[in-house]
Structure formats: structure tokens, C-alpha cells
């Protein structure tokens, strides 16, 4: 069943992390992060979860009270279920259900298995250099706000060819000291539901400190809700 969206309440997120991410960076996690971040952009009612919870933070009530499931993972992706990835799937498919991976969840197995394909990516580099994001798609919804796009001063480069469909809409390209491009901001629609990717976030770097990366992710949470 679709569903029921009164659209001048706030959007309601679970906001999501494996917390692999450093304490010293992140004390409340990238979960509470994204939580803080949406909390201060207005109009979202946010919980957080964790794969630590019961049900990996991941169980039919909560993902049926939320709008859209913003999810980070790094290195535990495999805890993940198959009956877990099959309920996110579902809820996304059939509910309209948004989701949102961020940086590293391309390895994830519920953004492999939206996309029909493997994420993955031929190469990375840790080097704490700029990344500048390049807006792409100027009347996005996503990027408003963000001008011609903005420079993250410490980020780790992603290399293309990322594997992946091609994106429905493509709102943000990245570029990297070393000359490297990234699709690193892709939307597609699965079903009822709809997916945004968002590359930045490294998580031994502030990236989701900074005002520019808290924009691009609150608009891609309203994006995701269909608001
Ligand atoms: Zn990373």
C-alpha cells in the first residue's frame, strides 16, 4: 500500500549508522550526526538506530514509521541479513519508503540489491585533500541552496567507473586533487520509493560538520520523502 503523506507535517527519518565511525570524530555517531544536522534544518521528526539494536535498529516497526531511512555502513555491511535487506526492499518497492546511503553504504547490501548491480568502485584514496562538488543539475531540488556546488577541504577520492545504473537524475559530480571525477550525488526511483546517494563523508574527516554537506543531505532526506 502507497503511503499517506500529509505534507505540511514534518518528515518522519530513521536515521541509521553500523557505527564503525570514530568516536573522536563522531561521538554520537554518524546516525546522531544526520540526526542533529535534520533537527537544525527544521521540519523533520528524526530517531536514531543502530545495527547494535534489536533487529540491527532494522525491524518492521521501525522502518514502518519512517518516511525515509538515512543509512551509513563501512565495514560491518555483511551483518546485515538477507531477511533484513529483504524488509528495507520492501518498504522501498511497495510503501514509497526513501532511502538515503551515504559515502561508503554503496557497498551495502540494500543499495546493491535497489540498484541491480555491484556499487562497488575500482579505487579509493585517503589523502585528506579537497574534493571539490560540482552541482550538475542546478534546478535540482536537492541542490538548492548550493550555487554552482562547494569545496569539501578534506575528503577521501572515489574513483569512476562507480558501477551502478545509470542514475535517473544526477544533481552532484565530484572532483579530487589527483584529477579524479565521482557521480556523487545520484537519484534513482524503485517502485514506490525513491534512492539518493550521496558520496561525501568520509568518517575520519568533519565532512558532515559543514554547512554545504548538511544542506545537500537535508534536501536529499525531503527529496526521498517526495516533498
Ligand atoms: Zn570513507
Not at 568516536?23 to 544526520?34: R, T
Not at 518516511?67 to 533484513?84: K, N, P
Not at 584514496?125 to 569545496?151: T, Y
Not at 577520492?157 to 586533487?177: R, T
Request: one cysteine or more; glycine letters at 10%.
Amino acid at each position: 500500500m502507497a503511503m499517506v503523506t500529509d505534507i505540511g507535517a514534518p518528515v518522519r527519518v530513521l536515521s541509521w549508522s553500523e557505527r564503525s565511525e570514530p568516536e573522536a570524530m563522531y561521538p554520537d555517531g554518524i546516525d546522531g550526526a544526520v540526526a542533529e544536522m535534520l533537527r537544525e534544518a527544521g521540519g523533520f521528526d528524526v530517531r536514531t538506530a543502530t545495527i547494535d539494536d534489536p533487529d540491527l535498529g532494522l525491524s518492521e516497526v521501525d522502518l514502518e514509521w519512517a518516511e525515509v531511512l538515512v543509512y551509513f555502513s563501512h565495514v560491518r555491511h555483511r551483518e546485515v541479513d538477507d531477511a533484513t535487506v529483504a524488509r528495507i526492499l520492501r518498504h522501498v518497492q511497495q510503501r514509497g519508503l526513501g532511502f538515503l546511503p551515504l559515502h561508503s553504504s554503496l557497498d551495502s547490501k540494500p543499495f546493491q540489491e535497489l540498484l541491480d548491480h555491484p556499487g562497488r568502485l575500482p579505487g579509493w584514496r585517503e589523502d585528506e585533500k579537497p574534493s571539490r562538488v560540482w552541482v550538475v543539475q542546478k534546478d535540482h531540488p536537492i541542490a538548492a541552496g548550493l550555487g554552482d556546488g562547494f569545496v569539501i577541504p578534506a575528503e577521501e577520492m572515489y574513483q569512476e567507473p562507480f558501477n551502478i545504473p545509470p542514475p535517473d537524475e544526477l544533481v552532484f559530480v565530484s572532483s579530487f586533487a589527483g584529477g579524479e571525477v565521482f557521480r556523487s550525488g545520484c537519484c534513482w526511483y524503485r517502485g514506490a520509493g525513491r534512492v539518493f546517494y550521496f558520496q561525501p563523508g568520509h568518517e575520519t574527516y568533519p565532512v558532515y560538520y559543514q554547512a554545504e554537506v548538511r544542506r545537500a543531505v537535508a534536501n536529499g532526506v525531503r527529496w526521498c520523502a517526495g516533498r
